[in-house]
């Protein structure tokens, strides 16, 4: 090989290094998936949400909830699951699991996705989320018999799960989003005929009667009242609420191309673990 072919492939081979160097560090394709899967959980543990937005997948390739990206962490926008119970509180990050799956185009365009497991724990001397029943959760009022049904069995209730974690009943918890929620009004019953009674306002269907077109949506909590017609004080109503003593994140992620970084697609919430008066239960929360 003379000279010229020398220089020319150590030229070639300096353009390589310098193209490789210009690329982020984040944009390797050397790591696995976790890494970037844990930094997004830890982000959220440390409210630092500027960051965890940042490792969210391109808005292109994957629909954005109302209220953007700030949805995934605020109760405002009623999105679920809702990470708002972990950002900016201490929780315990057990064994991680890991779990990838080519896609059929892979040798095409090396795409791969990923599903990272996360088993989160609380403690009740650092921070145990309340599990709120459905009517307060979404600023309802109930009775105190209706409170003591849901006591008795608070995992017959998986619906709304993570919308219904808080870390208080005090009122001052959840704002007004910054986006319209659509709400649904029910117009009133066409006139009848001269003399007829007004039709009865139907019944409302135990707690699955919210308004909203996209799903129920998150108010501070409502009051508990007593027969006396005076409101459980808070304090109280805090002591005889379930707590939330464990749950599964799934963080899945996508890697779009051999170079490209992994970066979280969406979520998932398999499993949760509460707290009740007569143990620990299993909640497969919807």
Request: with cysteine.
């Amino acid at each position: 090989m003379g000279n010229l072919e020398r220089s020319a492939l150590l030229l070639l081979g300096l353009a390589g290094c310098a193209t490789v160097a210009a690329l982020p560090a984040s944009s390797l394709a050397f790591g696995g998936p976790e890494p970037p899967a844990r930094e997004f959980v830890e982000s959220v543990q440390k409210g630092d949400l500027a960051r965890a937005k940042q490792l969210l997948e391109s808005p292109r390739f994957r629909s954005v909830p109302l209220g953007g990206d700030d949805a995934y962490f605020v109760y405002e926008y009623a999105y679920q699951p809702n990470l708002a119970f972990l950002a900016g509180h201490p929780f315990e990050v057990g064994r991680v699991s890991v779990t990838t799956e080519r896609s059929d185009w892979y040798l095409i365009d090396g795409t791969l996705y990923a599903t990272v497991t996360f088993p989160l724990r609380f403690w009740p001397t650092r921070y145990q989320p309340f599990v709120l029943p459905p009517y307060l959760a979404f600023g309802r009022p109930m009775t105190s018999d209706q409170l003591t049904s849901y006591l008795e069995a608070p995992d017959r209730y998986p619906a709304d799960f993570t919308l219904r974690l808080r870390p208080g009943a005090e009122p001052g918890l959840i704002g007004t989003p910054r986006a319209a929620v659509p709400q649904v009004k029910t117009p009133p019953p066409p006139p009848g005929p001269p003399g007829a009674q007004p039709l009865a306002a139907p019944p409302t269907a135990g707690f699955a009667s919210y308004p909203g077109l996209f799903g129920p949506v998150p108010r501070d909590a409502g009051p508990v009242l007593l027969p006396s017609g005076q409101a459980l004080p808070r304090p109280q109503l805090e002591a005889l609420l379930p707590r939330l003593d464990a749950i599964t994140l799934e963080v899945h992620l996508v890697r779009r191309g051999r170079l490209a970084a992994w970066r979280v697609s969406w979520l998932h919430v398999p499993e949760a673990t509460i707290v009740t008066a007569r143990g620990a239960v299993t909640v497969s929360p919807r």
